[in-house]
């Protein structure tokens, strides 16, 4: 499976601050791109999706950055709460997903109150 | 409405045993996946059915397997077990969207342990 590389490995922000995730991935066939949140124990669970037809989704206070010709893309984070704490993962797929999704590694993120 | 449940919540296994996991996907969704998820890393890929039928396939041995039942729910076995299946066994499931079912939503997993 091709890479989805995703950076920081960890992030600590204060309440009320930005936090900043990015993602690189390498197959230009890769045309879905949702981020999880998941909190230990539990199943991740889906935030927010972009196709490459667009370069900037929002939902509430998720912005998803896409950038098709440097490969990238990233979850911007407003206003960042205690309870954002939680790992995050970037994730892309192609071709209607039949081969599964492809993961980063995972942000460990921190919001210090 | 009900989201994606598996079982069992956790299991120990030695080595050399044989383990099957089940998972129910959301009501309506036909399409069933199975991630393994090893502690600090992200999920990754092992099988994807839809309509009973592989459609999928990670890059894992022969000793995972899987099919899908016709009420949609799904069973992942795992043959022969090493002390590097220790790992979160997560199920997803989608809607079909005109052939797209890249729109996962996951299940709390199941923990296996082996020994």
């Known amino acids: 499976q091709q890479q989805v590389k995703q950076s920081p490995q960890s992030l600590i922000v204060q309440k009320g601050g930005i936090s900043i995730i990015n993602c690189a991935y390498e197959n230009t066939a890769f045309d879905y791109f949702p981020w999880y949140q998941q909190f230990p124990g539990k199943g991740p669970a889906l935030l927010i999706a972009i196709r490459p037809d667009v370069s900037e989704k929002k939902e509430g206070r998720f912005t998803i950055s896409f950038n098709k010709s440097a490969k990238q893309f990233s979850l911007h984070i407003m206003d960042s709460q205690p309870g954002d704490s939680a790992t995050y993962f970037c994730?892309?797929?192609w071709g209607g997903g039949a081969d599964g999704l492809t993961f980063g590694k995972g942000t460990h993120l921190i919001i210090q109150p | 409405d009900a989201g994606v449940t598996q079982s069992p919540t956790h299991l120990i296994k030695t080595r050399g045993q044989h383990v099957t996991l089940r998972c129910s996907p959301i009501s309506g969704h036909k399409s069933v996946s199975w991630y393994q998820q090893v502690l600090g890393q992200g999920p990754q890929f092992i099988f994807q059915?839809?309509?009973?039928?592989?459609?999928g396939r990670g890059n894992f041995p022969d000793r995972f397997s899987a099919r899908q039942f016709p009420n949609y729910s799904s069973e992942l076995n795992v043959n022969a077990l090493l002390l590097g299946d220790s790992a979160l066994y997560l199920c997803?499931?989608?809607?079909?969207?005109?052939?797209?079912?890249?729109?996962?939503?996951f299940g709390p997993g199941t923990r296996l342990t082996v020994l």
């Open positions: 994730a892309a797929s």
């Open positions: 997803a499931s989608s809607l079909d969207r005109g052939g797209r079912v890249d729109t996962q939503y």
């Open positions: 059915y839809y309509e009973k039928e592989e459609r």
